[in-house]
């Protein structure tokens, strides 16, 4: 599985984006994905899961009410957009696979990892 993330780039505080993740090779409608960031000296944490379906998601507190995890299996994409962004959000975000149907906010379940795209905000 190879994993494409993009939508990254600078924006003020307030602002939106959405980022995309284009899943290729043996992909599955069945694996659970998340999107995960990692910000400069800080270790990669999680932001957002969502399962086969998209039915259930799971969010971080600090996105939580801000970001919104989707997908659409048909063409093997996800999506995370992110509204009234602060500061606070830089980071160079990634996408993930899981080998599972349910998405969890464990890193280790996550096997297939993106490029990552970064997400600067300024105040």
């Known amino acids: 599985v190879q994993l494409q993330a993009s939508g990254g780039g600078l924006v003020q505080a307030g602002a939106s984006l959405r980022l995309s993740c284009a899943a290729s090779g043996r992909t599955s409608s069945n694996n659970a994905m998340a999107w995960f960031r990692q910000a400069p000296g800080k270790e990669r944490e999680f932001v957002a899961s969502?399962?086969?379906?998209?039915?259930?998601?799971y969010y971080a507190d600090s996105v939580k009410g801000r970001f919104t995890i989707s997908r659409n299996n048909a063409n093997n994409m996800v999506y995370l957009q992110m509204n009234s962004l602060k500061p606070e959000d830089t980071a160079v975000y990634y996408c993930?696979?899981?080998?599972?149907?349910?998405?969890?906010?464990?890193?280790?379940?996550?096997?297939?990892w993106g490029q990552g795209t970064q997400v600067t905000v300024s105040s």
């Open positions: 993930a696979a899981a080998l599972r149907s349910f998405g969890t906010t464990n890193i280790k379940d996550y096997r297939y």
């Open positions: 969502i399962n086969w379906s998209g039915g259930i998601t």
